[in-house]
C-alpha cells in the first residue's frame, strides 16, 4: 500500500508543480494605465527559417508600436496584447492561422511579411470568418481573390512597379540626359511571386508608359543560385542603361559581388522592397561597392519630418526613437509593421468593434492623405481591400557610404543622389 | 569568343566548388551507403566557424582550415555515437527521418545562437580578380577549385590504394563478410562518417570568402551534392569530379543560353539520362547501385 501510494505521490508530483509554475508564470504585472482589459490579436511571422531576419525586425516594429498604441489608450478602451506565431513557410503559417483562431481565440491576425506566406494565412483566416490584416507582402493576387475581410496596409508590387518606373522616367532619366523612351533597361528578378510579380508590372508600365526599350529580362531561384557568370554575360552583350532588378537576400549580394568581378557596367541600378537589394546585409556584406545602388523604401535618413502633418510628426518622431534605441537603426521591416498596426488602431477606434462587418465598415470609410502619420502615409481602401498607391508613399533611397539614405521626392527629404551614372568600377569612391 | 571561355572558366570553377560539397557526401553515401541528410549543414558549420575566426581573432580562412580538420572529426566522432550508430544498419528510410531531424535541429540551434542575420568574411584578397585565358578569375574560388582537386585525388588514391581503404570498401560491399574477415565494421563507419564531415566542414570554410553565411547555408548545396554523387557513380571519387564538372558545366551553359531558370530541369535531365542508361552513375561499378539496399 505504502510503496503505491509513494508511487502516486511522485506520479503526480510533477505535473502539480509544473502547474503551480505556470500558474505563477501567468500572473501578469498590472499595468499603469486604466484598461479595461486586454484585447488580443495573433501576430502572424516568419521567426525561424530563411526569412526570419526580416521576420524578426516585423515583430519589433509591431512591439513598439504595440507600446506607443497602449500608451495612447489601447484599442476600444483594452489593453493590445499579442498571440505571436511562427510562420517559416506556407505549411506552417496556415497552420498556425488555425491554432490562432481555435485555441487562441484571436478575431484579427496580423502578419506576414513575405509574399509567399500571405496568400496561405490569409485564405486560411478567410475560412474562419475573420479579419486578416497584412502589413507587407507584395503579391498582386492577395487582393484579387475576392475576400472580404481581408486587408493589405502596404502597396502591392503593382504600386512598386508604378514607383520604380516613376523613379526611372521622371527622376532618373532627365539626370542621365535622356529621355525615357532612349532607355535600355534590363530586368533581372528572383522568382517568387514577389519579384516575378513586381517585375512583370514594370515591365508593362515601361514599355506601355514611357516606350522604354527592354533588352533583357532573367529570373532565378533565389536560393539555389550559386554563381551569376552567365547572367551576367548576357547582360554584358544586351548592354542596358538602367538594371530593375529585384532580390532575395542573399542573391542580391552575390550578383553585384560578381558584377564587379566581371566588370558589368550599367548606369544605374534600381530595385524595390527591404530584402535583396535593400536590405541592411546588402551594404554590410559590399560596403562600398554598394554605393549608387537604388532602393524603393520607407523613409530612411534624410526624411523631412516637418513635411508631415503636425500628428504624423508626434507619431514619427516617437517611432524612430524608440526603434533606434531598441534595434539600433530603423529598417525598413520596422516602418512597415509599425505603420500597418498604427493603422489598424486607427480602424479599431472608428469601428470599436471587431465585428467583420462594422470593421470593413470602418476601413473604407477611411481617407487621410499624404503625410497622416508614419511613413508619411496616407490611407484609403479600395474595395478589395488594398490600401491605395497614392496614398501608400514610397521613397526612393540610394545606398551612400553604408547607409540608405532617402532621395526621392526632393519635397520629402534633405539628401540627394550621388554618383549618377556609375563611373567604371574601378574610379567608384 | 570571350563569352565561351569565360562560360568555360566559370563551369572549371563551379565545378570545383560542387566538387568539393561532394567529397563528403560520396564518403558517407557513396562508399557507406548511409544517407545524410544533414550535410549541407555540416557546411554551414565550416562555414560560421571561418566567419568566427576571422571576426574574432582576425585569423585567415585558410588558416583556420588547418584547425577545422581536428575540431570536424572529433564532431563527427561525436554525432556518430550520439546519432548515426544506432541507424547505420538501419533500413534508408529510417537514416532518412533520422538526418533530416539532425539537419533541422543544426539549422536552428545556428538561427538560435548566431540569428538569421548574413555574415560575410570579407578578405582583402577574396575580391581579387585575375584575367586568365581571357576571362575573369577569382582567387578564393580558384584556391577553392586547387584544394578540392587534391583532396579528391588523395581520397581516391586512399580508398583504391591503401589498405585502410580496401577495409573501407570491403566494409561497405558486405558487413557480414567483413567481420568474418576480423574487420570492425563499427570503428570503420565511425572513421569513415567522422572523414566525411571532415570533408564537409572543410569545403564550408573554403567557401566562407564567397558566400554569405546564414543558417540555412547548406540548402544551396545539398541537393547538387546528392546528384553529382549519384550521377559519378556511388563511391567513386574521380566520378564524383567528373559529376561536379558536368552538372556545373549543364548549369553554367544552360544558363546563359536559354535563361537561369532553366538550370535545374537541364542538370536533372542529364541525370536521368545517365540513371536510364547507366543506373551505376558514370563511372560506378555496373549492379553496385544495389549495395547497403
Known amino acids: 500500500m505504502k510503496r503505491r501510494a ?24 498590472v499595468a499603469g494605465q486604466e484598461f479595461e482589459g486586454a484585447y488580443k490579436i495573433g501576430i502572424l511571422e516568419p521567426l525561424t527559417g530563411p526569412l526570419a531576419f526580416e521576420g524578426k525586425r516585423h515583430l519589433e516594429g509591431f512591439e513598439i508600436a504595440r507600446e506607443m498604441i497602449n500608451e495612447q489608450g489601447g484599442v476600444m478602451g483594452k489593453r493590445l496584447v499579442f498571440a505571436v506565431a511562427d510562420a517559416p513557410d506556407p505549411t506552417a503559417a496556415a497552420n498556425e492561422v488555425n491554432r490562432l483562431v481555435t485555441q487562441e481565440g484571436v478575431k484579427i491576425i496580423v502578419g506576414t511579411y513575405s509574399s509567399t506566406l500571405c496568400g496561405a494565412a490569409s485564405s486560411a483566416a478567410a475560412r474562419h470568418n475573420i479579419i486578416y490584416w497584412e502589413t ?65 508590372a514594370a515591365r508593362k508600365r515601361a514599355k506601355e508608359e514611357f516606350q522604354m526599350q527592354e533588352v533583357s529580362v532573367d529570373y532565378y531561384a533565389a536560393l539555389t543560385t550559386n554563381d551569376f557568370t552567365p547572367i551576367l554575360l548576357k547582360l554584358k552583350q544586351a548592354g542596358p542603361d538602367i538594371l530593375m532588378a529585384i532580390g ?35 551594404g554590410k556584406a559590399l560596403g562600398k561597392d554598394a554605393n549608387g545602388v537604388f532602393a524603393l523604401l520607407e523613409p530612411g535618413p534624410g526624411f523631412k519630418i516637418e513635411a508631415l502633418s503636425p500628428e504624423g510628426q508626434q507619431l514619427e518622431r516617437g517611432f524612430r526613437e524608440r526603434v533606434e534605441k531598441q534595434a539600433g537603426a530603423v529598417y525598413g521591416g520596422h516602418q512597415l509593421a509599425g505603420a500597418g498596426l498604427w493603422l489598424l488602431k486607427i480602424v479599431l477606434d472608428k469601428a470599436q468593434s471587431d465585428d467583420p462587418e462594422k470593421f470593413r465598415q470602418a476601413v473604407l470609410s477611411l481617407d487621410l492623405p499624404v503625410g497622416s502619420f508614419l511613413n508619411g502615409w496616407g490611407v484609403k481602401f479600395q474595395e478589395n481591400g488594398q490600401n491605395a498607391g497614392e496614398r501608400v508613399q514610397h521613397y526612393m533611397l540610394q545606398w551612400q557610404d553604408g547607409n540608405l539614405v532617402t532621395v526621392w521626392p526632393e519635397e520629402f527629404t534633405t539628401y540627394r543622389m550621388k554618383w549618377m551614372p556609375f563611373p567604371p568600377w574601378d574610379q567608384r569612391q | 569568343m570571350d563569352i565561351f571561355f569565360q562560360l568555360l572558366t566559370t563551369s572549371l570553377l563551379l565545378g570545383g566548388i560542387y566538387a568539393l560539397m561532394s567529397v563528403g557526401l560520396t564518403l558517407i553515401f557513396g562508399v557507406m551507403r548511409v544517407v545524410n541528410f544533414a550535410h549541407g549543414e555540416f557546411i554551414m558549420l565550416g562555414m560560421y566557424l571561418a566567419f568566427w575566426g576571422f571576426t574574432l581573432y582576425h585569423l585567415d580562412p585558410y588558416v583556420i582550415l588547418l584547425f577545422s580538420i ?51 568574411v570579407r578578405l582583402d584578397y577574396s575580391k581579387t580578380v585575375f584575367r586568365f585565358w581571357r576571362s575573369y578569375v577569382n582567387l578564393p574560388q580558384l584556391i577553392a577549385f586547387a584544394i578540392a582537386a587534391v583532396l579528391m585525388l588523395t581520397l581516391f588514391a586512399l580508398l583504391r590504394w ?78 564524383a569530379l567528373l559529376g561536379s564538372l558536368i552538372v556545373a558545366g549543364v548549369e553554367v551553359m544552360g544558363s546563359f543560353l ?28 555496373r549492379g553496385a547501385e544495389t549495395l547497403g539496399a
Not at chain 1, 508530483?13 to 509554475?21: D, E, G, H, R, T
Open chain 1, 136 to 200: 507587407s507582402c507584395v503579391d498582386p493576387r492577395y487582393a484579387q481573390r475576392g475576400l472580404k475581410n481581408v486587408y493589405r496596409t502596404e502597396i502591392d508590387a503593382n504600386g512598386f512597379a508604378w514607383y520604380m518606373v516613376e523613379f526611372t522616367a521622371k527622376y532618373l532619366a532627365p539626370k542621365l540626359g535622356k529621355s525615357p523612351d532612349e532607355l535600355k533597361v534590363a530586368f533581372l528578378s528572383e522568382d517568387s511571386s514577389y519579384g516575378q510579380g513586381t517585375t512583370e
Open chain 2, 70 to 120: 581536428p575540431l570536424f572529426l572529433a564532431i563527427g566522432f561525436l554525432l556518430y555515437g550520439m546519432v548515426m550508430r544506432g541507424i547505420i544498419a538501419a533500413s534508408h528510410n529510417v537514416q532518412i527521418f533520422t538526418t533530416v531531424g539532425l539537419s533541422i535541429a543544426l539549422q536552428n540551434l545556428a538561427l538560435v545562437l548566431w540569428t538569421g542575420d548574413f555574415r560575410f
Open chain 2, 258 to 285: 536559354l535563361g537561369t531558370a532553366w538550370k535545374e530541369v537541364l542538370y536533372f535531365l542529364v541525370f536521368l539520362l545517365v540513371l536510364i542508361f547507366r543506373p551505376a552513375g558514370l563511372l560506378g561499378q
Open chain 2, 162 to 239: 591503401t589498405h585502410f581503404g580496401k577495409v573501407v570498401r570491403a566494409t561497405a560491399q558486405d558487413r557480414e563478410a567483413a567481420i568474418l574477415m576480423g574487420i570492425d565494421p563499427d570503428r570503420i563507419h565511425r572513421l569513415t562518417f567522422a572523414m566525411g564531415i571532415t570533408c564537409a566542414g572543410v569545403a564550408g570554410v573554403l567557401v566562407s570568402p564567397l558566400y554569405s553565411v546564414y543558417p540555412t547555408a547548406g540548402l544551396q548545396f545539398v541537393l547538387i551534392a546528392y546528384v553529382v554523387v549519384v550521377l559519378g557513380g556511388l563511391g567513386n571519387m574521380i566520378g
Open chain 1, 248 to 282: 532575395r537576400g542573399n542573391d542580391a549580394i552575390l550578383f553585384w559581388k560578381q558584377a564587379k568581378e566581371k566588370d558589368l557596367q550599367v548606369q544605374a541600378l534600381v530595385s524595390a522592397g527591404a530584402t535583396g537589394y535593400g536590405s541592411p546585409d546588402f
Open chain 1, 6 to 29: 509513494l508511487r502516486s505521490i511522485r506520479f503526480f508530483s510533477m505535473p502539480a508543480i509544473l502547474m503551480v509554475c505556470v500558474g505563477i508564470l501567468s500572473l501578469k504585472p
